[in-house]
């Protein structure tokens, strides 16, 4: 770890809050006894959790441990099913279709591959869920756009195509647009894939800074055990469908269980990852 990170890493730590604090916040998700299989395969297994109001909760674990499937059913992707999840207080599954739509303006997310449209320029992909969702001037969708490209450290990049960005840029404006519509709550799938340390440090500090500046809760999925520490609350490890650990950074990382230890220092997976197959399960195919 370079000594930048271990600042930073440091900072967080001290500021992070106690487990008696957590517990006093609201709970922004509540997830009951989630068990899910495709056809005959169980890949969920009894999964309880909750993130509380402010909370960075990582989702770690290895390839195939259910933590997409597992972001799908928090995001609204899966079917919904009564009194398993609730999201900013609303049982998913009690609501209407249009209850349900309303509820998901509330969330942004950003997932891993191709999540801009290459064809718009990166104003115009910011600007995409207020153009759906809302009946706003153009001129109004703009400043919205510029503000958060600003707060991702992308002010005057917007008139730019995707193409012409970096990696790392690309994260921001995903994670600009995720952040459009003023949510409480987002959800980020695998931010630093594909990035090298320095600018996946520089995007931890930024998940770290909208926490702090936009008063949101984060739940990130990360392969990522060095941005985990940094960035963290607390960390779920799913282990083939199972939650192995829930539990505050330290816990997690001081943690006797061999499994956990095996999981948290195994090398990263990313590069098993095939980008068709990720978007082909992400849509359920
Ligand atoms: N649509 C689907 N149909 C059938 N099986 C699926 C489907 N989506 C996922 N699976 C299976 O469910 C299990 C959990 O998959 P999931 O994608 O949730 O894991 P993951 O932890 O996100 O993995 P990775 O880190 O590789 O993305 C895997 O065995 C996977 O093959």
């Not at 999201?87 to 801009?116: N, P, T, W």
């Not at 607390?234 to 829930?246: M, S, V």
Request: hydrophobic share 40%; aromatic share 4%.
């Amino acid at each position: 770890m370079t000594n930048e990170a271990l600042t930073a890493e440091a900072v967080n730590q001290a500021n992070r809050p106690s487990a008696e604090d957590l517990a006093a916040r609201k709970k922004v998700i509540e997830v009951n006894r989630l068990d899910w299989s495709f056809g005959t395969r169980q890949v969920l297994y009894d999964i309880n959790l909750d993130v509380r109001e402010g909370e960075i909760m990582v989702i770690m674990g290895g390839s195939g441990s259910g933590k997409t499937t597992l972001l799908r059913h928090l995001v609204g992707l899966m079917p919904p099913l009564p009194g398993k999840i609730k999201l900013l207080g609303k049982d998913m599954g009690a609501l209407s279709r249009m209850q349900l739509l309303e509820l998901k303006r509330r969330i942004g997310v950003a997932f891993q591959f191709g999540a801009l449209f290459s064809s718009m320029s990166v104003s115009e992909n910011v600007k995409l869920p207020l153009r759906e969702l809302t009946d706003l001037e153009e001129r109004t969708m703009d400043i919205m756009a510029n503000m958060k490209l600003e707060v991702c450290n992308l002010s005057g990049f917007g008139h730019l195509m995707p193409s012409d960005l970096s990696g790392g840029m690309m994260k921001r404006a995903s994670i600009a647009r995720a952040i459009v519509m003023d949510p409480k709550l987002i959800f980020l799938d695998e931010p630093s894939s594909g990035l090298d340390p320095v600018v996946s440090s520089a995007l931890d500090d930024l998940i770290l800074k909208l926490r702090d500046a936009m008063d949101i809760s984060v739940v990130v999925v990360s392969h990522d055990v060095e941005s985990a520490y940094k960035i963290a609350d607390r960390i779920t490890i799913l282990d083939k469908g199972h939650i192995l650990a829930c539990d505050r950074v330290d816990a997690v990382r001081n943690s006797t269980n061999e499994r956990v230890q095996n999981l948290l220092h195994r090398r990263s997976e990313q590069a098993e990852i095939d980008p068709t197959e990720y978007l082909r399960r992400l849509a359920g195919d």
